[in-house]
């Protein structure tokens, strides 16, 4: 396809970078969110990023987006290290967070806005809205989308500003299953057209494989990639596929071992987190329960996990 | 692609909204309909044959002056269920408008008995309709100048007071430095009411007018730049994150995303001070100021004029809800995005 000659991605590489915050209720005490990460991505590649919570990809996303600076460790987009917020990195989170005083082409022109370009570009607005699918929506305010137009709004809002990486934060979490999976297609478009580098953080083993050239799995406490796959399915792929569903055994599989060789892990602080939580954060973001008959039964999982 | 069906979320009124309505020519209907028609005229003869049975011990322009205003609102009241038969908007607003206005005539008729009538009430102070209407159209001259004079006032003290409190409001919510340093001055003075002030603010301002219009900004500063502080710095952290993300300086954080987002914060703050912008006004025209509504109600109070002191306070009630309901447009237009998100 053409696709691949208009890359708008750039390279991300994270090196060696720690992040470390305050206990609640105890400034003492330092819970170590991220332990020395390493991770490189190639122009235009789309990842994505798996684990329970507390395993610290939201807090990777923040550090990527300048939200957020590490203790340790540097992160670099191409040749530029960053050192802040900037449009060349978007953020779309779980909520969609659309500015709920402007309607959808104001919502979809904020990046535009701020950076005092609305003039120069403004036929891109329509563009973008057409990109999305929301022409007809472009005077209604949020409050009149239902979750799955929000945040299509809120893709095109992030992608307005041409980002060379985008990050995403379990963008589609919140939406039913039905929405979700169209959702994923539509995620998958834009990225194709674009080849915007992308980094998809979710708790869904299905999205995490159908989306992702590659997946990182991280475990908590202290927050750190335990694996890489590299998932080499054709696009656009299919669900229910046996190569697909016998990735999926085996990422089970892995997070499974990551859960019992969680409870004993090396190096880190803050050892009484450890103790009460490492089971049971694993627990709830446990997939598979839906398909016992591919993955060893869920309750098989948590009973290994929880001594 | 767009299943526009299910996902365009239906406000919960109008799925409300088909209660099962009676068809409009249902007997019960018609009796509704009619009894809110001829409420206002039957309203009215009653307040005429009373007023006409009391008129022999009253002086008499004033007795004139207010049947032929009884006897105007009844040729309306007669002529409006006359045309709204062919007029639908005009039925439907009657049907909404009617019960009230014919209670406001009943009050009216029951003013007139328990004063003019039963003397119920002592007489000088408490003057029938007739007489606060004869009040009311003889000096309308100089009842329009001072209610044109405060309106100046109201404006330049309320604008005054929003505008120093929107800035300082916006700074202090926005920039840590500035809540430690205006914080307190804030807190301590801001609760003074504004009308404590009057003593020192007559000796320090070169004019009445001038103190006026420094108190009432005072007594709006306060409540406004309390909510600005609060609508700014409770500004939802993910909206500024995703400005940031977006590109966004330091100007459109506070004009385009702190500012809007406390618009809903701030407006309560607004009604709050106009509130106070009223009570301080009237005081201060009370107590210094030689001209507006409050000036006059205290001057027609010293001439024992009891009919004007009634007329005065009339004219406030329409003159303050006037604004008041000029603020409610504001907010509609300002807020139009909160449609549904909020109910007020």
């Given at each position: 396809?053409?696709?691949?000659?208009?890359?708008?991605?750039?390279?991300?590489?994270?090196?060696?970078?720690?992040?470390s915050?305050?206990?609640?209720?105890n400034?003492?005490?330092?819970?170590?969110?991220?332990?020395?990460?390493?991770?490189?991505?190639?122009?235009?590649?789309?990842?994505?990023?798996?684990?329970p919570s507390?395993?610290?990809?939201?807090?990777?996303?923040?550090?990527?987006?300048?939200?957020?600076?590490?203790?340790s460790?540097?992160?670099?987009?191409?040749?530029?290290?960053?050192?802040?917020?900037?449009?060349?990195?978007?953020?779309?989170?779980?909520?969609?967070?659309l500015?709920?005083?402007?309607?959808v082409?104001?919502?979809?022109?904020?990046?535009?806005?701020?950076?005092?370009?609305?003039?120069?570009?403004?036929?891109e607005?329509?563009?973008?809205?057409?990109?999305?699918?929301?022409?007809?929506?472009?005077?209604?305010y949020?409050h009149?989308l239902?979750?799955?137009?929000?945040?299509?709004?809120?893709?095109?809002?992030?992608?307005?500003?041409?980002?060379?990486?985008?990050?995403?934060?379990?963008?589609?979490?919140?939406?039913?299953?039905?929405?979700?999976?169209?959702?994923?297609?539509?995620?998958?478009?834009?990225?194709?057209?674009?080849?915007?580098?992308?980094?998809?953080?979710?708790?869904?083993?299905?999205?995490?494989i159908y989306?992702g050239?590659?997946?990182?799995?991280?475990?908590?406490?202290?927050?750190?990639?335990?694996?890489?796959?590299?998932v080499t399915?054709?696009?656009?792929?299919?669900?229910?596929?046996?190569?697909?569903?016998?990735?999926?055994?085996?990422?089970?599989?892995?997070?499974?071992?990551?859960?019992?060789?969680?409870?004993?892990?090396?190096?880190?602080m803050?050892?009484?987190?450890?103790?009460?939580?490492?089971?049971?954060?694993?627990?709830?973001?446990?997939?598979?329960?839906?398909?016992?008959?591919?993955?060893?039964?869920?309750?098989?999982?948590?009973?290994?996990?929880?001594? | 692609?767009l299943?526009?069906?299910?996902?365009?979320n239906v406000?919960?009124?109008?799925?409300?909204?088909?209660?099962?309505?009676?068809?409009?020519?249902?007997?019960?209907?018609?009796?509704t309909?009619?009894?809110?028609?001829?409420?206002?005229?039957v309203?009215?003869?009653?307040?005429?044959?009373?007023?006409?049975?009391?008129?022999?011990?009253?002086?008499?322009?004033?007795?004139h002056?207010y049947?032929?205003?009884?006897?105007?609102?009844?040729?309306?009241?007669?002529?409006?269920?006359?045309?709204?038969?062919?007029?639908g908007?005009?039925?439907?607003?009657?049907?909404?408008?009617?019960p009230?206005?014919?209670?406001?005539?009943?009050?009216?008729?029951?003013?007139?008995?328990?004063t003019?009538?039963w003397?119920?009430?002592?007489?000088?102070?408490?003057?029938?309709p007739?007489?606060?209407?004869?009040?009311?159209?003889?000096?309308?001259?100089?009842?329009f100048?001072?209610?044109?004079?405060?309106?100046?006032?109201?404006?330049?003290?309320?604008?005054?007071?929003?505008?120093?409190?929107?800035?300082?409001?916006?700074?202090?919510?926005?920039?840590?430095?500035?809540?430690?340093?205006?914080?307190?001055?804030?807190?301590?003075?801001?609760?003074?009411?504004?009308t404590?002030?009057?003593?020192?603010a007559?000796?320090?301002s070169?004019?009445?007018?001038?103190?006026?219009?420094?108190?009432?900004?005072?007594?709006?500063?306060f409540?406004?730049a309390?909510?600005?502080?609060?609508?700014?710095?409770?500004?939802?952290?993910?909206?500024?994150?995703?400005?940031?993300t977006?590109?966004?300086g330091?100007?459109?954080?506070i004009?385009?995303?702190?500012?809007?987002?406390?618009?809903?914060?701030?407006?309560?703050?607004?009604f709050?001070?106009?509130?106070?912008?009223?009570?301080?006004?009237?005081?201060?025209?009370?107590?210094?100021?030689?001209?507006?509504?409050?000036w006059?109600?205290?001057?027609?109070?010293?001439?024992?004029?009891?009919?004007?002191?009634?007329?005065?306070?009339?004219?406030?009630?329409?003159?303050?809800?006037?604004?008041?309901?000029?603020?409610?447009?504001?907010?509609?237009?300002?807020l139009?995005?909160q449609?549904?998100?909020?109910?007020?």
């Open positions: 396809m053409v696709a691949a000659a208009s890359t708008e991605g750039s390279p991300l590489r994270i090196l060696g970078v720690s992040k915050f305050p206990a609640p209720g400034d003492a005490i330092h819970n170590l969110a991220l332990d020395a990460t390493t991770l490189s991505m190639t122009a235009g590649e789309l990842v994505s990023v798996i684990g507390g395993c610290g990809k939201s807090t990777l996303l923040r550090l990527i987006a300048g939200l957020d600076f590490p203790d460790g540097e992160l670099w987009v191409g040749d530029d290290p960053i050192t802040g917020p900037s449009a060349e990195r978007g953020l779309v989170f779980q909520d969609p967070n500015f709920p005083w402007l309607t082409s104001r919502n979809i022109q904020a990046g535009l806005v701020a950076r005092g370009l609305l003039q120069k570009k403004r036929p607005v329509g563009e973008f809205m057409r990109l999305v699918g929301l022409e007809a929506f472009a005077n209604a949020p009149h239902s979750g799955g137009m929000a945040q299509r709004v809120a893709l095109a809002r992030a992608l307005i500003n041409h980002p060379k990486v985008l990050l995403l934060d379990e963008p589609l979490g919140a939406l039913d299953a039905f929405t979700r999976m169209r959702m994923q297609d539509e995620v998958l478009r834009l990225w194709q057209a674009r080849r915007t580098t992308m980094l998809l953080v979710t708790h869904d083993i299905d999205e995490a989306m050239d590659r997946i990182v799995i991280m475990t908590p406490h202290p927050g750190r990639i335990e694996r890489t796959i590299a399915l054709d696009r656009p792929r299919q669900r229910n596929s046996q190569a697909f569903l016998r990735l999926r055994g085996e990422i089970l599989e892995l997070l499974h071992l990551a859960g019992s060789a969680g409870r004993n892990p090396v190096g880190g803050s050892s009484h987190i450890r103790q009460d939580e490492d089971t049971s954060g694993i627990k709830p973001d446990m997939p598979g329960t839906s398909q016992p008959e591919i993955s060893p039964p869920a309750s098989v999982v948590s009973g290994v996990a929880e001594p | 692609m299943q526009i069906s299910h996902q365009v406000p919960p009124q109008e799925a409300k909204r088909p209660v099962q309505k009676p068809a409009p020519n249902h007997p019960a209907v018609l009796k309909r009619l009894q809110a028609i001829l409420a206002v005229p309203a009215t003869l009653l307040a005429l044959a009373v007023h006409v049975g009391l008129s022999n011990d009253e002086p008499l322009p004033e007795a002056l049947s032929s205003f009884l006897g105007g609102i009844l040729c309306t009241a007669i002529v409006a269920a006359a045309v709204q038969i062919l007029w908007g005009l039925r439907r607003w009657m049907r909404k408008m009617c009230i206005f014919a209670a406001a005539i009943l009050t009216l008729c029951f003013w007139e008995l328990i003019s009538d003397h119920w009430l002592p007489l000088p102070y408490f003057p029938g007739a007489a606060v209407l004869q009040s009311l159209v003889s000096d309308r001259a100089l009842l100048d001072s209610t044109w004079h405060s309106l100046l006032l109201l404006l330049s003290g309320y604008m005054l007071g929003v505008i120093i409190a929107l800035i300082t409001g916006v700074c202090i919510g926005w920039s840590a430095r500035m809540r430690y340093w205006g914080m307190p001055l804030l807190k301590v003075v801001g609760p003074i009411p504004a404590a002030w009057i003593p020192l007559m000796v320090v070169p004019s009445s007018t001038f103190s006026a219009v420094g108190l009432i900004a005072l007594a709006v500063w409540p406004v309390m909510l600005t502080i609060s609508g700014i710095a409770n500004t939802r952290t993910s909206y500024l994150d995703v400005a940031r977006l590109g966004a330091r100007w459109y954080l004009f385009r995303v702190a500012i809007p987002a406390a618009m809903p914060s701030i407006f309560i703050g607004l709050m001070g106009l509130g106070t912008s009223f009570l301080t006004l009237v005081v201060a025209e009370t107590v210094g100021v030689k001209s507006g509504l409050g006059y109600v205290s001057w027609a109070q010293g001439w024992a004029e009891y009919g004007k002191v009634f007329a005065a306070l009339i004219i406030m009630a329409g003159f303050f809800s006037t604004i008041m309901t000029l603020l409610f447009k504001v907010r509609d237009r300002v139009g995005w449609k549904g998100v909020i109910k007020w």
